[in-house]
């Protein structure tokens, strides 16, 4: 199966965006944090997962996949 990416978006009551990034190997999750946060607003906190220390692999792919959950 090829290499996909999976971004959760957790909206808060308050308005507050929690995003998590999976499937996305090294520091390129952090583009696409920055790409996203042009368009929804400031980043507060980053926390980054074991994927951003693995090595990224090799092969681009454009396999993007976006789920919306809303949290009470």
Same mark, same amino acid.
């Given at each position: 199966?090829?290499?996909?990416? /999976?971004? /959760?978006?957790?909206?808060? /009551?308050?308005?507050?965006?929690?995003?998590?990034?999976?499937?996305?190997?090294?520091?390129?999750? @952090?583009?696409?944090?920055?790409?996203? &946060?042009?368009?929804?607003?400031?980043?507060? $906190?980053?926390? @980054?997962?074991? /994927?951003?220390?693995?090595?990224?692999?090799?092969?681009? $792919?454009?396999?993007?996949?976006? #789920?919306?959950? #809303?949290? &009470?």
């Amino acid at each position: 199966m090829p290499n996909s990416h /999976e971004i /959760e978006l957790f909206i808060s /009551e308050d308005g507050e965006i929690k995003v998590h990034i999976k499937g996305m190997k090294g520091p390129g999750c @952090l583009k696409v944090l920055d790409s996203l &946060a042009k368009d929804v607003g400031e980043v507060k $906190n980053k926390e @980054l997962t074991g /994927e951003y220390y693995e090595k990224p692999l090799t092969q681009n $792919n454009n396999n993007t996949n976006i #789920r919306h959950d #809303r949290t &009470a």
